[in-house]
């Protein structure tokens, strides 16, 4: 069973975001992705809508876009990701999240049981 | 693949048993396939280390009888069959009649005047159409098994010791290439020292309906299952080329490092392979980004080529690609590959990546 915090708001195209602006993929992404090997990640500064691709996890098999569930400004990244990349698998909601936005607006997003239901 | 979506995915006889071996299913060549169990790393590193077993049943079997079946061979392949000897298999191509090959194939040799050979999932129909057409002229009878049999890949360095003590057959005098009927935990069932992953090992022709006790039965003598996204790492850190990727109807299959695979006869197309191929197939080596099928290949910013294969080898810890370029750009030492927009060294390693 892969785990959804409640605290958490969810996009249908996976990714999570923390009250704080913190960006990550769900338990449910990194297990159906498998193994991820490489991390791209954004420029801090950087200004983005929500819905944009802003990121790419690589699995051992395949490239998938990270998609921006805010509009706002990147003010942190996490660089961790670049010496291992396998926190995506182990720890989505932790020391695994992505990257920092300075939120100005909000995506079409779903609090957990909303996202939980979509996976079902 | 060019599956209609509205036709449902067919299913080999082992599919219950990988949804209860907690398998993720995805649609391959018109099947729904295992891509993996517990992870591709894990099932990658069991296969080079231990033992892993893979359901590759979606595959084809033609059996091909007659006493044309060594002429109509030789007319349709570009390997010498005549060097066969009943209980021994051979890598072979099918080639096209204008070039690239319609399949690569393996042919086991049943006895004189009977073959059964081993095609490409996703080729089945295109292939016994191709075999169809050229079979007119000899005196051969083809038979399409494919529903008939299960077809298990056993790879690993510990595939002979696990194996042995379930077999009354000596599996040490079976060396690469042998093919030959034994028991296996009772079930008669034929055994071909081949594979596709680089490593020693087994694959067990089973009758379809005895599948699933074999397949539980090799899992219990401690076999890890292994999906199709761990035979692509594997196959692709040993340099093999996959049918789609590194060969097709339109590439030319001398591209490859194969060449050993055309002999010196008459054969369906024979004419086109002879001809010097205008690409070649290196191996590339990456330091973090991994580059997938398609991605453009350069050399002093100029596009030379494209990536037929790539991922991050779980062997090495980094990321390994195959790329067809123009022959005059092949003897190049350092590409850049196109990732997102932005390039990325590349440096040509020596094929195959990975040997035992």
Redesign the interface.
Known sequence: MTTTPTELKYAASHEWLAADGTVGITDFAQE?L??V??V?LPEVGRVVEAGETIA?V??????SDIYAPASGTIVAVNDALSGTPELVNSAPYEGGWLFKLDVTGEGDLMDAAAYEAANN | MNQSPTEPLKRTPLHAAHLRAGA?MVPFGGWDMP??YA???AEHDAVRNAAGVFDVSHMGEFRVQGAGALAFLQHVTTNDVSKLKPGRAQYNWLPGVSGGLVDDIYIYMVAPDEYLTVVNASNIAKDWAHLQQHAGEFDVTLTDESDRWALLAVQGPQTESLLQPHTGTDLSAKKKNAFFPAKLFGFDVMLARTGYTGEDGFEVFTDASEAETVWDKLLAIGLTPAGL?AR??LRLEAGFPLYGHEFSDTIHPLSSTYSWVVKDKTHVGHEHIRMAPTQTLIGLKLE???V?EGYPVKVGGEVVGHVTSG??S?TFGH?IAMALVNAEHAGADIFDVEV?GKDHPATRVALPFYKR
Request: cysteine-free; charged content about 30%; hydrophobic content about 25%.
């Open positions: 159906q498998g193994d090997v490489y791209e790419v690589e699995s051992v098999k395949t490239a | 993720r891509v993996q992870g591709v790393k996204g692509d790492t973090r980004v991994p997938r991922t991050s779980p990321p997102r």
